[in-house]
């Protein structure tokens, strides 16, 4: 791939910047390049270190790599190119009933004697709580999830893959196209593949107008 031996000669910490500053929105992808569903599951695993709330690891990853099945959800992404080309297409599921894996969790953490029953208890019902409000529960799947989106498309790119972000989708259709069921709902698309164009140029807003120090 493009960039395989993107650490060769390099720092870790140079290595880790370069996976940041090369990683760009691919919207051309040279079409039936193959992805092993090994590397795919190191891409993914890797993704799966991202953060949560709680821990309740509101991400699931529906992943596509048939060709019919991409060429099928073209249309659903309005058209757009990449979903047809692309490796491999993840839809990336956020949990709106992620209350459900707090209480396995920490049953499990429980009889395990990692926790004492005083900490598990306050923990299950602070969780069981908030995901009483629907708001909560979807803010929290969109939120958590699109962070293991976002460490997607990292590790895909320190594994030498291009990969792309894709918002613009029928999430009706889509959840009819693949049975995804109602406890979750689809926060986003990631294409992985190997670009066939180098991506558009893109800028960032300055420092000087992202950070507001100390206070407004
Ligand atoms: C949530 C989200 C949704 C996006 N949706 C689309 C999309 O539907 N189609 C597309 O071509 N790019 C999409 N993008 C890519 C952005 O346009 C791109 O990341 C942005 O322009 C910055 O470019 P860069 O990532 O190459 O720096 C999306 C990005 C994000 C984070």
């Not at 000669?9 to 039936?32: C, G, Q």
């Not at 799966?48 to 048939?66: C, E, G, M, Y």
């Not at 208890?121 to 529960?137: G, R």
Request: hydrophobic letters at 40%; glycine letters at 4%.
């Amino acid at each position: 791939m493009s960039q395989q031996n993107i650490s060769s000669f390099k720092t870790t910490e140079e290595a880790i910047e370069e996976v940041f500053r090369t990683r760009h929105a691919t919207r051309e992808y040279k079409p039936n390049v193959p992805i092993t569903a090994e590397t795919l599951n190191k891409i993914l695993e890797l993704a799966a270190t991202a953060p949560s709330a709680w821990n309740l690891q509101h991400w699931r990853f529906l992943v596509i790599r048939d060709q019919e099945q991409k060429d099928r959800l073209k249309p659903i992404a309005y058209g757009q190119q990449q979903v047809s080309d692309a490796s491999a297409l993840v839809v990336i599921l956020g949990d709106l009933e992620a209350n459900l894996t707090g209480r396995e969790m920490y049953d499990g953490l429980l009889e395990a004697e990692f926790i004492p029953q005083e900490v598990h208890d306050n923990l299950i019902s602070q969780i069981e709580e908030s995901y009483k409000i629907p708001e909560f529960a979807r803010d929290e799947a969109n939120k958590n999830a699109g962070l293991a989106a976002m460490q997607l498309m990292l590790a895909a790119k320190a594994k030498g893959y291009d990969s792309g972000a894709i918002g613009g989708f029928n999430p009706v259709a889509l959840v009819e196209a693949l049975n995804i069921p109602s406890r979750f709902i689809p926060v986003m698309l990631v294409t992985i593949g190997e670009a066939a164009t180098p991506a558009r140029p893109t800028t960032r807003l300055p420092l000087s107008k992202l950070v507001i120090n100390e206070s407004f």
